[in-house]
């Protein structure tokens, strides 16, 4: 998950033609849709290509493109269309067709928990940055940035123990906010683990 806010602000910058707010966003999606890219074509250049075509349609369709929501589905959807397409115009369709079906069940899955994974990051990304600031800023330093516990306090003047407690009661805070809000994922995840 990319460490890069992208907040309303930002999208609205963007529905606007700002290209740093396109940067920004782009910094946000690239590794995601490139990564998602490789897996489908045959090649890193052909990922690559495809992945810049992505963004060039997405700076098109940026007036259109409203929401955080919007702009994942409409990177992600057209990854997937744009990746089949190409595969069928080189004729390679059935060739791939066959090797779809010979996946195992185990990689079926595998494939599934990526995606799930990724959104699940996401979700975690937003909640962490509806923190105060400096529950907030603990987590970023601890997970996000790899400091340790030691090194957080020097740099904030406080405690390890009191390093400890805030990042505790920051992650019990997004917790509670995933089990009192995602039931839904929660029973997907539940349901992708035991089927």
Same mark, same amino acid.
Request: include cysteine; hydrophobic fraction near 40%; charge should be neutral.
């Given at each position: ?59 098109? %369709?940026?007036?259109?493109? =409203?929401? &955080? ?7 992600? $959807? !057209?990854?997937?269309? +744009? ?56 987590? %970023?330093?601890?997970?996000? =940035?790899? &400091? ?7 740099? $904030? !003047?406080?405690?390890? +123990? ?34």
């Amino acid at each position: 998950m990319s460490t890069i806010e992208l907040d309303n602000d930002t999208i609205l910058q963007f529905n606007k033609g700002d290209e740093s707010a396109f940067t920004v966003i782009y910094n946000h999606f690239y590794h995601h849709i490139f990564s998602f890219c490789k897996y489908l074509l045959p090649t890193i250049e052909d990922a690559r290509d495809m992945t810049a075509q992505l963004f060039i349609q997405l700076w098109e %369709k940026k007036e259109t493109l =409203q929401s &955080y929501t919007h702009l994942r589905a409409f990177l992600f $959807l !057209n990854a997937r269309n +744009k990746c089949f397409n190409f595969l069928r115009d080189q004729k390679a369709r059935s060739a791939i067709d066959k090797q779809l079906g010979d996946f195992t069940i185990e990689e079926q899955r595998a494939i599934l928990f990526s995606e799930i994974e990724s959104e699940l990051i996401t979700r975690i990304y937003e909640e962490v940055e509806k923190l105060p600031d400096y529950y907030r800023n603990i987590l %970023k330093l601890s997970y996000f =940035q790899g &400091y340790s516990n030691q090194e957080i306090a020097a740099m $904030l !003047n406080v405690s390890e +123990k009191t390093v400890r407690n805030a990042k505790s009661i920051a992650l019990k805070t997004v917790r509670i906010v995933f089990l009192n809000r995602n039931t839904k994922m929660g029973i997907t995840l539940t349901i992708c683990y035991f089927f």
